[in-house]
């Protein structure tokens, strides 16, 4: 019961039309399976249950992802070659800029260092500060995806995405 | 249909589940894990990513088994489903006699 009723909550994290969709099947699958697990071992139970919620958590970003890119190809090996045609999702162009701008700002950690210790000296290998530099590039990375995905959001939570669909004029029949 | 092949070996044994008869969704997951030997088990959220994903191909459809079951879905093949199958068993049948000629050959 318990168990279920977590099931039920993560859920919570798939996208809504997903969840409609899915979420009661699921969650009839789930008992079904967990009733049978009850009767074996505690380690097999334990095993069940990570495999659940680690399923969930990653099918659920796998569906928040897609619902934001429109698409499975750049997750699925075999999702890549179902399609002849060409396709670039925008989630590769996110994730390309966020590479790009992660190399941008490594570019200036490195010259703000060489001026530091002056052209020409040698640097000495100094790994709490570069733990630090790489630390800051992992939290201006992640600021970055944060705040992109919250513009993202906030667009989609407008409405404005629908906008394309309208028609300005009455269509003459 | 070429460029969709190789499968992978879940969605390969979801298909071949699906092949013999409709199922719904825990009657996928106890085939898929009898089939590979206990090798392969998924989770639901796993299967049902799959699902979806293969629905979307239109390789499998979803349809309502009975009507006093709410929330019970069954899923079987589609023709294009089923193609695809063929084909991924043609490949392999030939992966196989060649891999058997050429160790045959290495042998002897």
């Given at each position: 019961m318990l168990m279920l009723a977590l099931y039920r909550r993560l859920l919570?994290?798939?996208p809504a039309g997903y969840r409609c969709k899915y979420g009661e099947e699921m969650a009839w699958v789930f008992q079904q399976a967990h009733a049978e697990i009850t009767k074996g071992r505690v380690f097999a139970r334990a095993e069940f249950c990570a495999r659940e919620i680690g399923g969930l958590l990653f099918g659920s970003v796998r569906e928040q992802v897609r619902r934001l890119?429109?698409?499975?190809?750049?997750?699925?090996r075999e999702g890549g070659s179902m399609e002849s045609k060409f396709r670039f999702p925008r989630a590769t162009v996110f994730l390309m800029l966020l590479s790009l701008a992660g190399v941008v700002l490594s570019l200036e950690e490195a010259r703000a260092i060489q001026i530091h210790y002056g052209v020409g000296s040698s640097i000495p290998p100094e790994w709490p500060a570069m733990l630090w530099i790489f630390g800051r590039l992992l939290l201006i990375a992640a600021a970055t995806a944060g705040i992109v995905w919250g513009i993202f959001f906030a667009l989609r939570r407008t409405g404005v995405h629908r906008l394309a669909e309208l028609k300005p004029w009455r269509e003459q029949k | 249909m070429e460029q969709r092949l190789p499968l992978t070996e879940p969605v390969l044994l979801l298909l071949l589940s699906l092949a013999e008869q409709p199922r719904h969704g825990y009657s996928i997951l106890k085939d898929v894990e009898r089939m590979s030997g206990g090798r392969v088990t998924l989770s639901t959220g796993t299967l049902y990513g799959a699902l979806q994903r293969l629905l979307s191909h239109g390789w499998i459809e979803r349809f309502k088994?009975?009507?006093?079951?709410?929330d019970r879905r069954a899923y079987r093949l589609t023709m294009q489903g089923r193609k695809i199958l063929q084909a991924e068993v043609e490949r392999m049948k030939h992966l196989t006699k060649l891999a058997g000629l050429r160790t045959a050959r290495k042998e002897a």
């Open positions: 919570y994290l798939y890119s429109n698409s499975y190809d750049w997750m699925s | 088994e009975d009507e006093a079951a709410r």
